[in-house]
């Protein structure tokens, strides 16, 4: 099983970046997104299930972070709009079972991916 993360980059405060991550090996009821800036501890940012009827996103980035998934193609997204500073950080792709914030209750976990919002 491997979680392959992808698209981040540099962008200025007000941009989009949207991020890919693929997973081979096998399907997951659920797919997350976590991030983790410099000192500071790993925090989610949203999750989805497989139907995609079920997501759940922390509140600083309600309305505007959207994660969606490609069943087929074994693929999650997290589009990001109107970035800030603030979001600066490594972010994660994890799998699992279950919708939630909690990331002990994710399975597999991809490698990071750097996201920088400069001001």
């Known amino acids: 099983v491997q979680l392959q993360a992808s698209g981040g980059g540099l962008v200025q405060a007000g941009g989009s970046l949207r991020l890919s991550c693929a997973a081979s090996?096998?399907?997951?009821?659920?797919m997350g997104w976590f991030r983790q800036a410099p000192g500071k501890e790993r925090e989610f940012v949203g999750a989805i299930s497989w139907s995609g009827g079920d997501t759940y996103y922390r509140d600083s980035v309600k309305g505007r972070f959207t994660i969606s998934r490609d069943n087929p193609k074994n693929t999650v997204y997290l589009q990001m709009n109107s970035l800030k500073p603030e979001d600066t950080a490594v972010y994660f792709c994890a799998a699992g079972s279950v919708v939630t914030g909690h990331d002990a209750l994710y399975d597999y976990w991809g490698q990071g991916t750097q996201v920088t919002v400069s001001s």
């Open positions: 090996g096998r399907t997951f009821e659920v």
